[in-house]
């Protein structure tokens, strides 16, 4: 985690100010479903919470790195941000209307996914709605490095990574009712990769 608070102390906003296409569709639904209340797991510096609390919802946001935290606190003010790490998540007792998290949930070795779902599921209010995206097995860097678990590589001394297939995706979220998945190609600019595509993997599903 050390990693990240320097990379955006270095950084500052590594993907720009613009929201991920994630997001923008994340958006669409959260409003076709009426959902308010939202919570943002491992938001980083606010460049998708900005676009939620811009079109009028309550956004709640966690996020370890300071350094990020003291970015997004500037450039999202209209969300309310709080330190600390996605596996705790103690914050506070509220229930949200829906969560949106995107490329967390893939930086996770398998007990540890397993314990965030488990804390993202009690935090949803009843019939609440989940989206989340990750690293899908379409990736570029999917099979390279060290395998630490399955389909879980590590290609970069710091970070593991978790790529997800549709069936597996959809596993992780068995107590949910899946009404989505989908895959959608999402461009970034940055660091020594320069321009470049990740091709993600999205669910949404409801509390049962």
Known sequence: MEYWDER????????GEGPSKTAIYALELF????????????AGYGRNTKLFSDAGLQVIAIEFSESAINIAKK?????????GSVLDMSFNDEKYDGIYSCNVLHLFLKDDRISFLKKCYKLLKTKGFVYFVVFSDKERSFGKGKRIEENTYESKPWRAVHYFTEIDLKEHFKDYSVVETGIIEDSENHGELGPHTHILRYIFAQKK
């Open 8 to 15: 955006f102390l270095e950084g500052g906003k590594i993907w």
């Open 31 to 42: 409003k076709k479903h009426d959902l308010n209340k939202i919570l943002v797991p491992g």
């Open 75 to 83: 450039f999202n003010p209209k969300t309310q941000f709080f330190q």
